[in-house]
């Protein structure tokens, strides 16, 4: 007996260990997995929570080093586990190790390289944009910071409004103008979710410079985006047929033409923000927008000097040919509608006969 | 006019009387049309199809569609310039009492045409006798007419839109680059068909060009003209070689 328990007793105690030391690895796991536990954030925020904390770089710029604790625990990354060396990877206790930036413009752009870790993509694309090529002269040029924040990210576009604000800190006077346009207002005022805020027509990351003459060809399609969307237009009662119509117009051929073969040649042939104006485009029938019918001529006049009262009627404006709005030019498409299938139906008929005519003259001569 | 008969008409040797049809001036006015149409056409196809793969081929650069609106404008100069001379021309003959109304059209016209109609759908053995210019020539000349007077209008609205409607309403822009566009491309057609079959196919007739035409052709195609000419009868036409 005494042999048998012997025998047993080391496996049992073995067994009994190894499922308990099991167990606690599983439930541990699971207990990390389910909470971020942020051990590293709370223990820079004994420092960093101090509203005073700061250093002077060489250059003798003051860096703020205090961090909201509030807006630290409340950023998307904080809530997603991502802790404060992720980015600060050079930093891995205290005391830290010396800091090598000369100036602030330093420090940001080594801060950008942390974002590009994780977000590689959108870096790239980002270099590509007229923010990075001017960053190379102008240290007030954005970097991703300046746009999403640092320790206090959230989702960029929520509101919807959050966008055309973060461009508004640095661009305030085009902000200004978009604020009151049709487009601007509608967003601020009504939180409306189909005007285009700043991105949806500047591009996200790979913004461009809009002065280029790319841009300028472009303008049409980028309009058409959303104006030649018929179910988004006839939400707001607007037609969705201008840009098909701009299209067949002198001024939508001559832009066509210089975008399909001379895209980098400007050209002044109007294109959408010519008369409407850019971002401070209004409801035609505002007294104030630039193609309200009081205000056309003088739109017309700056490119075309010259024009009198009269002139405004020879551009037939996003409609169709109609009795109604333009009764010459419809009496003329009418006629010509006619007279090209009298004539060529009656010349192709007439001489069709003719042609049979003289093969049966022709026949009949030779048979007789 | 025409060359007179020898005396004693030998039966061997058979004389061919040749009659005068165009004056040297009329060839060089078709001369000219039919250059100036044609460069206009050529030059203004591609504007009108500036969106098409073919005219972007030509038209490769911005310097390129200068060049070739340049010698579409002077081209037009030379047209209304020939158009003028010949308005210019027929009112002076009209001033002299000199304007002969041969071109003009009479109800014998819509008579001629009814009539070649019954004959093309074999209700009539014989075309009927035209005089210098038959119904189809007069059409031609009319279509060709009236077309040159409405490419030059509008044409020289497209040139001038902002003097022009200093004067006549905006909308006559749109209106004439309407009509320019589409009566170019009528008017090439038309002549294509109607005009290329009649001197080229249907019979070869070169009297435009070499100002005459032979006795043979004169009875046959202008019988009244030929009795009117020379004073004798045709035994009448049509025998179905028309």
Not at chain 2, 69 to 77: E, F, K, L, N, Y
Not at chain 2, 229 to 240: M, P, S
Request: charged letters at 20%.
């Amino acid at each position: 007996m005494n042999n048998l328990r012997q025998r047993i007793a080391l496996p049992i105690w073995l067994a009994t260990v190894l499922i308990t030391l099991g167990l606690f690895v599983i439930i541990s796991g699971q207990a990390r997995a389910s909470v971020p536990d942020q051990e590293t954030e709370n223990y820079c925020l004994s420092c960093h929570g101090n509203p005073d904390a700061k250093m002077v770089l060489p250059s003798g710029e003051e860096v703020s080093l205090y961090i909201s604790a509030d807006d630290l625990q409340h950023s998307t990354h904080s809530q997603l586990g991502i802790e404060c060396e992720a980015c600060h990877t050079e930093i891995k206790t205290y005391p830290h190790p010396e800091i090598s930036y000369q100036n602030r413009q330093e420090l940001s752009q080594a801060y950008a390289l942390a974002c590009k870790k994780c977000h590689s993509a959108i870096y790239e694309k980002a270099q590509d944009s007229i923010h990075a090529q001017v960053a190379v002269e102008n240290p007030e040029a954005p970097l991703c910071t300046d746009c999403h924040g640092a320790h206090d990210v959230q989702k960029p576009d929520e509101p919807r409004s959050r966008v055309s604000t973060t461009c508004s800190q640095c661009h305030s006077e085009i902000y200004g103008d978009y604020q009151s346009s049709v487009h601007g207002s509608a967003l601020i005022n009504e939180d409306n979710p189909d005007v285009p805020v700043c991105t949806d027509c500047h591009g996200v990351h790979n913004i461009q410079d809009p002065r280029t003459d790319q841009f300028r060809v472009d303008t049409p399609e980028l309009c058409a985006g959303c104006h030649a969307d018929a179910g988004l237009m006839a939400k707001y009662d607007l037609p969705a047929d201008v840009y098909d119509l701009y299209a067949l117009s002198w001024h939508g051929v001559d832009v066509s033409v210089y975008k399909a073969r001379w895209p980098t040649i400007w050209h002044d042939s109007a294109v959408c923000t010519d008369c409407h104006g850019i971002h401070d485009i209004l409801n035609t029938d505002d007294p104030q927008s630039s193609v309200n019918p009081a205000n056309l001529l003088a739109t017309c006049q700056n490119c075309h000097p010259e024009a009198g009262p009269n002139w405004t009627a020879a551009w037939t404006g996003h409609h169709e040919i109609s009795l109604d709005r333009t009764p010459i030019l419809f009496y003329v498409q009418t006629f010509y509608a006619s007279l090209v299938q009298v004539v060529l139906w009656g010349a192709g008929i007439y001489v069709g006969l003719e042609i049979i005519r003289a093969i049966v003259n022709r026949i009949r001569r030779n048979l007789r | 006019m025409s060359d007179k008969p020898p005396a004693t008409p030998d039966p061997v040797i058979r004389s061919e009387r040749i009659f005068k049809r165009f004056s040297l001036g009329q060839r060089w006015e078709h001369w000219i049309l039919f250059l100036s149409s044609l460069i206009l056409l050529l030059t203004g196809l591609p504007q009108k199809y500036r969106t098409a793969g073919w005219s972007q081929q030509i038209l490769s650069t911005p310097e390129r569609l200068e060049f070739i609106q340049a010698i579409h404008h002077i081209t037009a100069i030379v047209l209304i310039v020939l158009a003028l001379y010949h308005l210019g021309w027929a009112i002076i003959l009209m001033i002299r009492r000199k304007l002969s109304d041969d071109i003009l059209v009479h109800i014998q016209d819509i008579r001629d045409f009814g009539q070649m109609l019954a004959y093309l759908l074999f209700m009539r053995k014989k075309t009927p006798a035209f005089g210098k210019y038959n119904f189809e020539q007069k059409i031609t000349y009319w279509f060709v007419f009236f077309g040159t007077g409405i490419m030059i209008l509008s044409g020289l609205i497209l040139l001038f839109p902002i003097a022009i409607t200093h004067v006549l309403p905006g909308s006559v822009v749109p209106a004439a680059k309407l009509m320019h566009s589409t009566e170019a491309v009528v008017a090439a057609i038309f002549i294509l068909i109607w005009h290329f079959f009649q001197v080229h196919i249907k019979r070869l007739n070169l009297s435009m060009f070499t100002g005459k035409l032979n006795e043979e052709d004169m009875r046959t195609y202008h019988a009244l003209e030929y009795e009117r000419l020379t004073g004798e009868e045709t035994d009448q036409t049509g025998d179905g070689n028309s």
